[in-house]
């Protein structure tokens, strides 16, 4: 069965400094892969997504993911953070149903940045 | 684009209570989803439908649980004789195509 596993329940970076959050999945073929954000009390927002072809993607806020077959990772970056990013990161794996696709979420991370 | 929006956002209920979510997904979405979400976790998968068809549920999805999505526009999730365990932030999706969804704000419910 499809799984995704994000290792790091919180993570604390200051303001300005670059983040990586991780995400591993477990899934037989190619994945569809997300990243969500979530504010507190609010639904999902998606940042980006993976579906094939250039294995590094751009997506919204200036958050990156790079897909790495190998590892069966798909982590997600910022090159400095604000203080706005603090929410939080759920990443999800899509598995093609009935001409839909369902998302299996990992338990997500939660981001606190210190000013 | 008005986004996917959710009725109510809100709903404090007793035990054994039956209550109805609805959701409105984005005009010519023919894709709309259902996922729970408990305190400290990821959304859940709960049903898909295509159109008006019902054509996923979860095993999530007791017997208490119903969806529907008449005319292939707006869906409502009933939850009969709710029990505690039910407290969750219930989620809507919706997709115009397989791959992307788009989530409502969501309804909060709390199971007294």
């Known amino acids: 069965a499809q799984s995704v596993t994000q290792p790091d329940i919180h993570i604390t970076v200051s303001e300005g400094a670059s983040l990586e959050l991780r995400c591993n999945y477990s899934?037989?073929?190619?994945?569809?892969l997300f990243w969500y954000v979530q504010s507190p009390g609010q639904g999902l927002q998606l940042l980006l997504k993976y579906f094939s072809g250039d294995t590094l993607v751009q997506g919204i806020k200036g958050f990156e993911a790079e897909f790495k077959r190998s590892q069966s990772s798909f982590n997600l970056r910022k090159p400095s953070v604000h203080w706005s990013d603090a929410a939080e990161y759920f990443c999800a794996v899509g598995i093609p149903t009935g001409g839909g696709n369902k998302l299996t979420f990992g338990t997500g991370t939660q981001l606190k940045v210190e000013l | 684009d008005t986004g996917v929006s959710q009725d109510p956002r809100h709903k404090i209920t007793k035990r054994g209570q039956n209550v109805t979510f609805r959701c409105d997904p984005i005009s010519e979405h023919n894709r709309l989803y259902w996922y729970r979400q408990t305190l400290g976790q990821g959304p859940e998968f709960l049903t898909y439908?295509?159109?008006?068809?019902?054509?996923?549920k979860s095993r999530l999805l007791s017997d208490r649980f119903s969806a529907e999505r008449p005319k292939g526009s707006f869906s409502t999730l009933e939850i009969q004789r709710t029990e505690q365990g039910d407290s969750a932030m219930y989620l809507c999706?919706?997709?115009?195509?397989?791959?992307?969804?788009?989530f409502g704000p969501g309804t909060r419910l709390l199971v007294l």
């Open positions: 999706a919706s997709s115009p195509k397989q791959e992307t969804q788009y």
């Open positions: 899934y037989g073929a190619t994945p569809y």
């Open positions: 439908f295509q159109n008006e068809a019902q054509l996923e």
